[in-house]
């Protein structure tokens, strides 16, 4: 089986980083200086997906305090409405109220003398 002179990283396949740069006349010399260029090509590339990173990271953060302003607001906005408890006794008192003038409106009409 031939070999391609191929590597993976990261999922990709890349040129001239395979081997060792030993062997032959020339030590592994001369090889040297196109598999370098190919590393430095690399750490390009990742230089600028560390920096995309970092940017994405800075607007999430900022985002998050965003966020955290915006619930400290509603929390702030909400916590003087009445609570479950209030609305439901007064819901219940009011429909007492109606049942109980409803149940006594021939005597409450009797009694203002309107019947």
Do not use: C, W, Y
């Amino acid at each position: 089986m031939p070999q391609d002179n191929l590597v993976t990283l990261g999922g990709k396949r890349f040129p001239g980083l395979a081997g060792s740069g030993g062997g032959g006349d020339s030590g592994g010399t001369v090889d040297m200086e196109p598999r370098v260029a190919v590393l430095e090509t690399h750490v390009g590339h990742i230089k600028e997906d560390v920096s995309s990173i970092k940017a994405a990271s800075e607007r999430t953060r900022s985002e998050i305090t965003e966020a955290r302003i915006q619930l400290g607001k509603l929390e702030q906005g909400v916590s003087h409405l009445p609570g479950k408890g209030f609305i439901v006794i007064t819901v219940i008192a009011v429909l007492g109220i109606l049942g109980a003038l409803i149940i006594l409106q021939q005597q409450i009409q009797r009694a203002l003398g309107l019947h």
